[in-house]
Structures are given as C-alpha cells and as structure tokens.
C-alpha cells in the first residue's frame, strides 16, 4: 500500500498565478515531510520540508502547509514562474527509509 | 562538499546483459537508497541500505540487487535485462535514512537504454 499518495499527475497554471500542489498520507506515526522538485533528465532536489510540530513553512515564493487532522500536505508556489515547471514529489521520512509520491508535473505557462 | 555522484551517467545495453551502476553518497553519509523513474512515473523504490545493510526493498523483481560497501558506496546490479528496465536511476544518499529529519540528496541519475 502506497504510504504518500499524490493524486493529480498534472498541473497547468498561468505564469504569475498560484500553483498548488497536493499530497496525502497514511501514516502518522512519521513527522517529517518533504517535497522535491525534478528536471527532466536531472536528479531530484529538495526544495522545502517541514515537521508535524508546524502546520506552515514559508520559504519565498513556497509554502508548505501541513494538515495532520485530514493526513494532508500542499505546496503552494506564488507567483508561478515558467522555471517552476518541473515534477513535484512530495515524500515522508519513514524507519526504513524515505517514502515518495509519484509526483506532480507542473506546467506553467507563459 | 562533494555531491551524491552516480557513475556512468548513461549506458547502452541489449537485452539479457548484466548491469552495475555505482553510486558514491555525500561524505558521512550512511544511508543510500536506489529509485528507478520511467518515462511518466513516479520514483519507484528499490531498497535502501545503511551500513552495509538492506534495511527495506521495493516491489521489484530479483533480478534487481545491489550492495553497500564500508565506505558507503553503493551499487545496483540489474542481471538479465529486460527492454522494460530501461530508465532513469536515482540513487539518493542521507544521514540516516528516515531516522534522522533531514532531507536527502540526490544524484543526477544514471540513464539506462536497453536494446
């Protein structure tokens, strides 16, 4: 059974618009959460994390905001900029490793 | 601080070859686990390993092995190729794996063609 879930393979949104990226979880008992970002043909690289005692981590023009009620994470992107496409995973650390999603290819348009 | 480097960066093999690809983490690194990407999929887990251990393993066949070395170097050997194994691996090195709450980085790939 999948532990992080992202259910929309893909994003389209408008340059200067918001994107908004979502993640679910099962399992609670691991507090830390991640999302990466992917270029075609180029290793992951960590973009933002955070940790179950915030439900918000701000990092310019990316925010992460963590719902533990509904086992729920989004990444928010203000304003959207052409470089930000790319594949989003979001992941959990776990005890035996880290968990991701299948990722988010988001396309902003010019 | 060197970087998680993944040797080689791409590879052509026919079908039933054996392949090792290597992967070096980032220095006081113990844990490296290994991902496989297809074109429109996510990243698939392999196994993970730390200290010299596999501590978890994906969903993949047996052909798929790999091993870790004192040095924590890392690497995955694919035997009896299939055209389907052609992909993108990701070999992706941290402190301790989950254990730890931090992130954990990744090499740029090694891009396998099967033939």
């Known amino acids: 059974d999948q532990q992080v879930k992202q259910n929309s393979p893909s994003l389209s949104v408008q340059e200067g618009r918001i994107s908004i990226l979502n993640c679910d979880y099962t399992?609670?008992?691991?507090?830390?959460f991640l999302w990466y970002k992917k270029y075609p043909a180029e290793g992951p690289t960590f973009l933002i994390s955070i940790s179950s005692i915030k439900d918000k981590n701000e990092d310019g023009r990316f925010t992460v905001f963590l719902n533990k009620s509904a086992k729920h994470l989004s990444l928010h992107i203000v304003p959207s900029q052409p470089g930000d496409s790319a594949v989003y995973f979001c992941a959990q650390n776990g005890i035996l490793g880290i968990y991701f999603g299948s990722g988010t290819k988001l396309n902003v348009k010019p | 601080k060197a970087g998680v480097t993944q040797t080689p960066r791409y590879l052509i093999k026919t079908r039933g070859q054996q392949v090792t690809l290597s992967c070096s983490p980032i220095s006081g690194h113990r844990s490296v686990s290994w991902y496989q990407q297809t074109p429109g999929q996510g990243l698939q887990f392999l196994f993970e390993y730390f200290s010299e251990t596999q501590r978890n393993k994906g969903n993949f066949p047996g052909r798929f092995s790999g091993r870790q070395f004192s040095n924590s170097r890392s690497e995955m050997n694919v035997s009896t190729l299939e055209l389907g194994d052609s992909a993108l691996y990701l070999c992706?090195?941290?402190?301790?794996?989950?254990?730890?709450?931090?992130?954990?980085?990744f090499g740029q790939g090694t891009r396998l063609t099967v033939v």
């Open positions: 399992n609670s008992m691991f507090d830390y």
């Open positions: 992706a090195s941290s402190f301790a794996g989950g254990l730890v709450n931090t992130e954990a980085f």
